[in-house]
């Protein structure tokens, strides 16, 4: 009967042609238009089943909610990505894989499949940039966290899952890392911080501002880093969530047209146009929550408003590439991590690829390649080779056999924007128009976003 009323008043509103906030015609939203099949009513309408967008669902289906997903891959995971090894039934896990060993990672784990286990941090073993690997290795190993630095991040408890921030951010907040590096005496600790697992990939990382490294090098990481980074099984975790959820996720499905409350937030519900491999359908929501990026190009579909174009038009972001490669003749079992030598902190120039390390399969080593625009896949294989060339000393033809772009990657907005509140804009759209956000813009690892994900699912729950 709920879902009855529900759908006669969105009728109703879809009728006035007028009050319809899209862009399209609102007809395209009238269920005489659909077969009964076709109409899927629920609670939470979660857009994009990566890592926090497969929590969300799975934990709201254990609070009793009936949830939806939409996901336009062939299977839930996002960032997580692995390969199957030809002729093997190895799969080989090559994305961003940020897990650290908390309660809130366990209990997922333990509620889809085996508990993951702890292990420690790679070892670089040699580092390549312009000098002979012999300099460049000691150069890095002479680099090492120092107990000072979780002294600086305890001064921004703010910085634990979701970015809850005094607004304005000010002083040494704002501050470019480097500056920051320079001010508390850091420069010894700067490579080890860049070469964490929690801030790989942060694209000129010197110039970054100081709030946006240390949301990625929290408390968190910083305490579990020495050991506590774990090793799972993630492509069963994704394919556990698959299953335990059912025909509530839409794979290969993405969302064409939205119709949301004008202003604010009220009784109602949300109305989506899904494109589906098996045709179009229409999703009656009572509220949604968007884990994808949250940039313009991305949010289209959900025709934003004034105010949320505001806020989502001031993220920039970085590119991310991580991949395999085989064929290297690179010394078995050993890891490379790129360091400069003539560089300040030792931290590479950019664009690099930033490591090559083993994996259980032989011959074959995960990378990535870090940049500030979009690189072709030429571009990366040009990067890996030169980069493998000058390690071996020889002219070998290393094959990339497997190459995922994490983009945008790294979304975050300017220290003139934290400065005037953009954090209080953002957190202030949570809720707007029937409309909530997670993802990794909230928290850099999987581990930290999925306890920000649950502190805000316990808002969303009481507005269904």
């Known amino acids: 009967m709920k879902y009855q009323a529900v759908f006669a008043l969105l ?60 996901e336009k891959a062939s299977r839930l995971g996002g960032h997580f990505v692995w390969y199957p090894v030809p002729g093997t039934s190895q799969l080989i896990e090559y994305g961003i894989l940020v897990l650290w060993n908390t309660h809130v990672v366990q209990n997922f784990f333990a509620r889809l499949t085996s508990p993951p286990k702890p292990s420690s941090h790679p070892k670089p073993l040699q580092s390549s940039q312009t000098s002979p690997p012999a300099n460049r290795s000691r150069a890095f190993h002479q680099r090492q966290t120092s107990p000072s630095t979780p002294k600086q991040v305890n001064n921004y408890p703010q910085l634990e899952p979701g970015l809850d921030l005094q607004q304005p951010v000010l002083g040494d907040f704002s501050l470019p890392f480097g500056s920051f590096v320079t001010k508390y005496g850091l420069e010894g600790e700067a490579f080890a911080i860049y070469n964490s697992a929690s801030t790989g990939g942060l694209y000129n990382i010197l110039q970054e501002p100081t709030y946006n490294v240390f949301h990625s090098f929290n408390q968190i990481a910083f305490s ?7 090793v799972a099984n993630y492509s069963e975790l994704f394919s556990e969530a698959t299953a335990a959820l059912g025909s509530s996720v839409l794979l290969r499905s993405t969302v064409t047209a939205a119709y949301r409350p004008a202003k604010g937030s009220g009784p109602g519900s949300v109305l989506l146009l899904v494109q589906t491999p098996s045709g179009d359908k229409l999703i009656v929501a009572h509220q949604i929550l968007v884990t994808i990026p949250q940039t313009i190009a991305n949010l289209q579909s959900l025709i934003l408003d004034s105010q949320e174009s505001s806020v989502f038009n001031q993220f920039a972001n970085d590119y991310l590439h991580t991949g395999l490669v085989n064929n290297t003749g690179l010394t078995a079992g050993s890891n490379y991590i790129n360091a400069g030598a003539n560089t300040l902190y030792h931290i590479p120039n950019q664009p690099s690829v930033a490591h090559f390390m083993p994996t259980a399969a032989a011959g074959i080593y995960s990378f990535c390649y870090t940049a500030g625009s979009a690189a072709s896949r030429a571009t990366v294989q040009q990067a890996v080779t030169s980069v493998v060339s000058e390690l071996t000393g020889t002219s070998s033809s290393p094959q990339i056999v497997a190459l995922a772009d994490h983009l945008p990657y790294n979304l975050g907005v300017s220290s003139s924007a934290t400065s005037i509140g953009f954090y209080n804009q953002l957190k202030a759209l949570q809720r707007h128009r ?10 850099a690892s999987s581990g930290a976003l999925w306890t920000f994900t649950q502190s805000l699912l316990q808002q969303l729950v009481p507005a269904i």
């Open 11 to 70: 009728a109703a509103l879809v009728a006035a042609a007028p009050s319809c906030p899209t862009n399209s015609a609102p007809s395209q939203f009238d269920s005489a238009c659909f077969s009964s099949s076709d109409i899927i009513t629920c609670d939470v309408a979660v857009i994009r089943g990566g890592s926090s967008g497969t929590y969300a669902a799975i934990t709201l289906k254990d609070m009793g909610k009936s949830v939806v997903v939409v």
């Open 224 to 230: 579990k880093a020495a050991g506590q980074a774990l």
């Open 434 to 443: 029937n409309t909530w956000y997670t993802g990794a813009v909230f928290s």
